[in-house]
């Protein structure tokens, strides 16, 4: 057990042997030295108020890697007298979930509580979830689990309305920065950087703290006869890939900023998500065909060829491939940003489901039905029906709506782009069907 479950306090692992990661010498004893997350730990933050008031729930930590959910658990244990046990849902399975909680009953009912920090928890399924509440509920443990994606889809609503959720911030460049002065204060001497390669190096951490620690290790560790430039550092060091994952939480954000930067007709921030999602390695396809929703849900008929400029733009990056077909998308990303912008056909779907599903099975009225034999005509399929080429202005103003359905309107064109011709053909029509009788 000893090897899956670490129950060791901080002061046992500093006081062991061996070479330790700059990130592990630099882990704060006590909640006042964590760096960052002052919604949280601040004077007013949520859990030091928990704390201050001497009533610790099950909590959730929610947030980007680097960021201190893990130390922050530890100090958590250290600062209400309970027994640490750390597990990742990665490597325990049901026999070791078992043995943890066996153990922590026999520690309760010794009068010692432990909190069981659960790294990676979203991972458990949703057996292995269910299995963690009793043991909340009697008090066994206090259970601190850590995700990196939104617990709201990846947890039991019963398992989150046993904890609270707390949402840890990436880390701001002034906190890296001042994480970095203390990881100099620790290795003994100031990196050997110019001003811009330090703000690089802030930079490549990307809002982690513990990739920023990584880098520092490696940066110490050069002998250089000057201090190096931003060039020089960016080709010493392979710059950190931004945090996406096409499968998670980044990704729903990302397509959602794009979205809506899209629809706020900002052609710069749209521009900008397009190439974050592609340098996070997202499939061009999956872009190509939600530019296209966008035409679709976003512009409509105010613009009918932004539809073709998006379909044009996945044609041709089916036949260049990447990277020269991704220009395609980013010119079908601009035209819809400018476009004129309308949803009055997304609306209109929607109201037409709607009502066709309230209205059940009514039938057309029988003026429109076709009358192929005797029998139907005798039943008055297709009496009455006027052709609309034979109108005056080829246009007959009948309804087409069931006899039991009044008229509806569904569809209500904008004054913006194309759609403000549209609106003036329906004014026209209406104005006609009041003419005759038909309104």
Request: aromatic fraction near 8%.
């Amino acid at each position: 057990m000893a090897d899956l479950f670490d129950t060791a306090p901080p002061a046992a692992r500093r006081e062991s042997a061996g070479p330790r990661p700059l990130a592990d010498r630099l882990r704060p004893t006590t909640l006042s030295e964590v760096i960052g997350q002052a919604h949280l730990l601040g004077p007013e933050g949520s859990l030091r108020v928990m704390l201050d008031a001497g009533s610790l729930p099950s909590l959730i930590f929610w947030g980007p890697p680097g960021v201190g959910k893990t130390t922050i658990a530890r100090l958590l244990a250290s600062e209400t007298d309970l027994h640490f046990v750390q597990i990742s849902a990665i490597f325990t399975g049901v026999p070791e979930l078992r043995k943890v909680f066996e153990a922590a009953r026999h520690r309760h009912a010794n009068g010692q509580g432990t909190l069981l920090f659960v790294d990676e928890i979203h991972r458990f399924n949703k057996a292995q979830q269910d299995g963690f509440l009793p043991h909340m509920e009697d008090g066994t443990i206090l259970l601190v689990g850590a995700t990196t994606e939104n617990p709201s889809f990846e947890l039991n609503a019963a398992l989150l309305s046993r904890a609270q959720v707390l949402v840890l911030e990436r880390l701001s460049e002034d906190e890296l920065a001042a994480l970095l002065d203390r990881a100099e204060d620790v290795v003994g001497r100031k990196l050997p950087l110019t001003p811009e390669a330090r703000h690089s190096l802030l930079s490549m951490a990307d809002g982690d703290g513990r990739a920023l620690l990584n880098l520092v290790e490696q940066v110490a560790a050069w002998q250089t006869p000057a201090d190096l430039d931003a060039g020089a550092l960016a080709h010493r060091l392979q710059r950190r890939a931004a945090q996406y994952d096409k499968s998670g939480e980044a990704h729903y954000n990302l397509i959602s900023a794009l979205h809506k930067s899209v629809r706020g007709s900002d052609p710069d921030a749209a521009l900008y998500w397009f190439a974050r999602m592609l340098e996070g390695g997202e499939d061009p396809r999956f872009l190509a065909r939600r530019i296209t929703r966008m035409a679709v849900e976003d512009i409509g008929l105010a613009d009918p060829a932004a539809q073709r400029q998006c379909l044009d733009a996945w044609a041709t990056y089916e036949r260049l491939g990447s990277p020269e077909g991704e220009l395609a998308l980013a010119q079908a990303v601009l035209y819809l940003a400018l476009a004129p912008k309308s949803n009055a056909t997304y609306v209109a779907y929607k109201d037409a489901r709607a009502s066709a599903k309230s209205t059940g099975s009514l039938p057309p009225p029988k003026h429109i039905l076709n009358a192929p034999t005797s029998l139907m005509k005798e039943q008055g399929y297709g009496a009455g029906y006027a052709y609309d080429h034979d109108a005056e202005d080829g246009f007959s103003g009948q309804s087409y709506f069931p006899e039991r359905m009044s008229r509806a309107q569904f569809y209500d064109p904008v004054e913006r782009g194309f759609e403000r011709d549209l609106k003036k053909r329906l004014e026209w029509f209406e104005a006609l069907r009041k003419k005759r009788g038909q309104g």
